[in-house]
């Protein structure tokens, strides 16, 4: 049968999601857990393959198995063979012809930026830092022209893979709440990189060190060399995947705690 699994994890730790030799990921800290579950091998297939330092608050991915497992030995049986930073959510028995990748409609990423002259500590490894004072609505202003279905080439890693740039933006929100500047996207799809370099140009307008129409000359020039830094990995989280309602996923929460007081 085939199994969907909901995972959170915290990737300051990993390289990354996708499995390597000799480096720890998620996937094979997962494959290796649920193996132990399900007496057998088993290779899981994710809905985003998330890079190094990036987290998920609900990553999808499914397997296919001979085991029958209720749900919760899926999720608690697979939770004690696990590290402390990766946790097991939910499971669901799926049609043979879910996948969690190809099924999904859209992906939400947020991009957290604790926004203040001094580094953090206790909030290390999980946001994105800028000492330079941001405007948040300014930012909000000029990221409108990212919306809709268009070429993000200029917002791509050099090394990205996919056979086209064409994506779909179908919301993107900037806002500030005390020192945290947040940047919500929710895309069909989403390029190698493509939530850090939209962070990083958004952030340039932001500082006041670019004009917002920036935003919109990089995107008309399909060209990643003309769009600046490359925002860090550790403010960015995978927020939620959504599926056709036939499947019947849980809705993702969409809720990510801030624990540092302002």
């Known amino acids: ?130 000492h330079r004072p941001l405007d948040a609505e300014r930012m909000r202003n000029a990221a409108l022209c990212l919306l809709g279905e268009q070429d993000f080439s200029a917002f791509r890693a050099a090394g990205c893979q996919a056979k086209t740039a064409i994506r779909t933006i179908e919301r993107i929100h900037v806002w500030r709440e005390d020192r945290f500047v947040f940047i919500e996207v929710q895309a069909n799809a989403f390029l190698q990189h493509m939530v850090r370099n939209i962070a990083g140009v958004l952030m340039q307008v932001g500082s006041g060190e670019a004009a917002p129409g920036w935003v919109a000359e990089v995107l008309a020039t399909r060209d990643r060399t003309r769009g600046g830094v490359t925002a860090t990995p550790q403010g960015l989280y995978l927020l939620g995947v959504r599926y056709p309602p036939q499947f019947g996923l849980p809705e993702p929460e969409m809720h990510l705690p801030m624990p540092e007081p302002a």
């Not at 199994?3 to 999601?17: H, K, N």
């Not at 890079?51 to 029958?68: K, L, N, R, S």
Request: proline fraction near 5%; charge should be positive.
């Open 1 to 130: 049968m085939r199994v969907a699994l909901g995972v959170e994890y915290d990737g300051a730790a990993f390289s990354g999601w996708q499995s390597q030799v000799g480096t720890r990921t998620v996937q094979d800290c997962l494959e290796q857990a649920l193996a132990q579950v399900a007496d057998h091998p088993l290779r899981v297939v994710t809905a985003g393959r998330t890079d190094a330092g990036v987290h998920a608050c609900a990553q999808v991915v499914h397997f296919d198995t001979q085991a029958q497992r209720p749900r919760q030995a899926w999720v608690r049986g697979t939770a004690t063979h696990l590290p402390a930073d990766v946790s097991p959510l939910w499971a669901r028995e799926v049609a043979p012809d879910f996948h969690a990748r190809f099924s999904a409609l859209a992906r939400t990423y947020r991009y957290v930026i604790f926004n203040r002259k001094q580094r953090p500590t206790f909030l290390r490894g999980r946001v994105s830092w800028e």
